[in-house]
């Protein structure tokens, strides 16, 4: 499902992306694929959810200071990041931005719409509402059925 996303994005990755490029393109992958598979799933599981809601502040101010660069890591493609976060933490940040602007939207189709068609990210960014706090950031825990 994540990959079908990304063959419908407007936005297509290439080289020299920002952080802030990057993030939200997976990020919106992520979210929609939330959206049309709902029931929870091992992304909510795994330890990017667990230490991205116990530190979200955190990681949205070194985001903002982040999100101009054009070398990925730490945030996203480094398995080993030094700091002390789990890999892949873009992916989250994403997600928490998009989830952040579906929210506030009254028209929700429209807002998937602009997160597919999305090319000016810093204006998506500012509009999105995001603040380092997004809706209730509660990462499951599974039980032992799942």
């Not at 990959?3 to 407007?10: K, V």
């Not at 960014?125 to 499951?140: E, M, T, W």
């Amino acid at each position: 499902m994540h990959e079908t996303i990304h063959f419908n994005q407007a936005f297509q990755d290439e080289d020299n992306i920002t952080v802030l490029q990057g993030t939200i393109t997976e990020g919106t992958a992520d979210f929609i694929a939330s959206l049309v598979l709902p029931e929870p799933n091992i992304r909510q599981y795994t330890d990017r959810w667990q230490y991205g809601c116990a530190h979200e502040a955190e990681l949205a101010g070194r985001y903002i200071q982040d999100e101009d660069v054009t070398k990925m890591p730490p945030w996203m493609y480094d398995h080993n990041p030094n700091t002390g976060w789990p890999p892949d933490m873009g992916y989250w940040m994403g997600y928490r931005i998009d989830q952040s602007a579906y929210a506030r939207a009254k028209d929700k189709v429209g807002a998937l719409r602009r997160m597919l068609e999305v090319t000016d990210f810093k204006a998506f960014y500012l509009a999105s509402g995001y603040s380092g706090r997004a809706q209730a950031c509660v990462p499951q825990t599974p039980t032992p059925t799942q």
